[in-house]
């Protein structure tokens, strides 16, 4: 059974960081690509980055470039999401997700975590 578990969520004041980390189990994680997704209240679940299988291709939304960083580690299991610079337009429910196959902007992952709520204040 596969699991993708999210943590490292909370609150944090406008300009903070925070840095996310999904635990994966029940896969060959180092033959999956990673992403990170979010949904804020009300709208749509987003594209957020996504990263490679071995780690040497990312993408990133317009949204998140120069302040968010995708990365992994094959040896631990777990892709992790350092967030950098956040405002309240960050705030959302973050999911991690599993696919087979990079792919820049695709929705269309295999696997899905429960997300993790971060919350930023102004």
């Known amino acids: 059974q596969v699991q993708l578990v999210e943590s490292g969520g909370g609150l944090v004041q406008a300009g903070g960081s925070l840095r996310l980390s999904c635990a994966a189990s029940?896969?060959?994680?180092?033959?999956?690509?990673m992403g990170w997704f979010r949904q804020a209240p009300g709208k749509e679940r987003e594209f957020v980055t996504t990263?490679?299988?071995?780690?040497?291709?990312?993408y990133y939304a317009d949204s998140v470039k120069g302040r968010f960083t995708i990365s992994r580690d094959n040896a631990k299991n777990t892709v992790y999401l350092q967030m950098n610079g956040l405002t309240p337009e960050d705030t959302a429910v973050y999911y991690c997700?599993?696919?087979?196959?990079?792919?820049?902007?695709?929705?269309?992952?295999?696997?899905w975590g429960q997300g993790t709520q971060v919350t930023v204040s102004s």
């Open positions: 997700a599993a696919r087979s196959g990079f792919v820049r902007t695709t929705t269309v992952y295999n696997y």
């Open positions: 029940g896969l060959t994680f180092s033959s999956y690509a």
């Open positions: 990263i490679s299988s071995n780690g040497g291709m990312t």
